[in-house]
């Protein structure tokens, strides 16, 4: 957006069009202004995400993309075969010393492109074969009544 407002600037466009424009406030406008008169467009291009750097390292992404393909059985959870982004935490801190919160935890999670699944509520016994017979043989009787 101030890279938009560069070009504004450069157009002669005063700061409170700016503003109106890309629906910001006039001290933003003003304030990119300002760097764009005193270091052009350079000074207005972004300097990445603010705030500390997260602790979880690139190398360990890798790994818990390969852990999370194992699946829960793989690191204790037995009674169901869903991850839960308490499990991952607890995964993580198990393999490098490091607790993340449940919402940090969904954070990696989303950077690293996962996404929110809902659960299929199947039995891991699921018997496919006894499904479809039932489906063909007896559905259609019970059906007709």
Request: with cysteine; glycine share 6%.
């Amino acid at each position: 957006m101030r890279l938009e407002a560069a070009g504004m600037f450069e157009q002669g466009i005063a700061p409170p069009q700016v503003a109106k424009r890309l629906r910001v406030s006039r001290k933003s406008a003003y304030a990119w202004h300002a760097c764009w008169v005193a270091g052009g467009v350079e000074a207005l291009a972004s300097r990445g995400p603010s705030g500390r750097p997260s602790r979880m390292k690139p190398e360990w992404r890798a790994w818990l993309e390969e852990a999370l393909e194992q699946g829960p059985a793989a690191h204790g959870w037995v009674e169901d075969q869903r991850w839960t982004l308490a499990r991952v935490a607890t995964v993580i801190a198990r393999r490098f010393h490091v607790r993340f919160s449940i919402k940090q935890t969904a954070r990696i999670l989303h950077e690293m492109g996962f996404s929110v699944q809902v659960p299929q509520h199947r039995a891991v016994e699921r018997d496919e074969r006894a499904v479809a017979t039932w489906v063909k043989e007896t559905w259609p009787r019970v059906e007709r009544r």
